[in-house]
Structure formats: structure tokens, C-alpha cells
């Protein structure tokens, strides 16, 4: 319902924009590109999305249990993992001529927003939990 309308995490909000950059980007790059940078590029972009939406998912507090935290830092470790693959992959394309460089200092761009979005949930989940019931990296 339109009233009951809640506040979307910045990270995602971030996220979004990113990979509707990279879709509106890689849609006008060369055909030869096809079948490498441009379908790697939309598809970290739209893992990148798809991973933070299923870590926000993943409820955590004193109730959940440490499996449901793990599960959550797991969701949120593989899209700090696509966001560095994406802007990685970014700089392969703009160096090959499949984007611009400005498109890839853009991307980069809003890779760093994510990140650093995503770095500040973690350390907020990290803190909001007694130290007994935080999740250990596996």
C-alpha cells in the first residue's frame, strides 16, 4: 500500500543506481563485447542487488541465533565480492574499448559509494549484537 511505504537501506538504494547505470551503459557498447564484458557487467551488477536484498532479508537480533547473522554476513561479504569483481571488470572494458573511461570512473564511482555503504551495515549489525551471539567468519 502507498502509506505503508518503508525507508529502503542507502546501500541498496546505491546499488540500484549502479546496476541502472551499468545497463544503460553497456547497452550501447560494441556487439564484439556481447559475450564477455557486457553480460559480466549486468550480471555482477544485478548479483550485486540481488545478494544485498537477500542479506536485508535475513533477519538478525538476540533472537535470530549466530546461523542467521552468518547467513546475513554471508549475503553481505558476496556482494562486497561482486561490487570489487564489477569495478574490476569495469576497468578491463574501459582499457579494451567496451566503455568510455568516463563510464568506468563513474562505475567505479558508485562501486566506492556501495562499499562503503556496505562496510558501515556490517559494522552496525557487528555492534548492535552482544558479543556472545555475533557471528564468527568462517
Not at 18 to 25: P, Q
Amino acid at each position: 500500500m502507498p502509506g505503508d511505504r518503508v525507508a529502503e537501506l542507502s546501500v541498496i538504494t546505491e546499488a540500484k543506481k549502479l546496476c541502472a547505470y551499468v545497463m544503460t551503459v553497456t547497452e550501447k557498447s560494441p556487439k564484439r563485447f556481447r559475450f564477455t564484458f557486457t553480460s559480466r557487467l549486468q550480471n555482477l551488477s544485478l548479483d550485486l542487488v540481488e545478494a544485498l536484498f537477500r542479506a536485508n532479508d535475513t533477519f538478525v537480533g538476540p533472537s535470530a541465533g549466530p546461523e542467521a547473522q552468518r547467513r546475513r554476513l554471508d549475503w553481505q561479504h558476496r556482494a562486497s565480492t561482486d561490487a570489487k569483481l564489477l569495478a574490476y571488470l569495469a576497468m578491463l572494458a574501459a582499457e579494451s574499448g567496451c566503455l568510455l573511461m568516463k563510464q568506468h570512473e563513474q562505475i567505479a564511482e558508485l562501486v566506492y559509494i556501495c562499499q562503503t555503504r556496505l562496510t558501515a551495515w556490517i559494522r552496525s549489525d557487528e555492534k548492535r549484537l552482544p558479543p556472545s551471539t555475533r557471528a564468527r567468519p568462517a
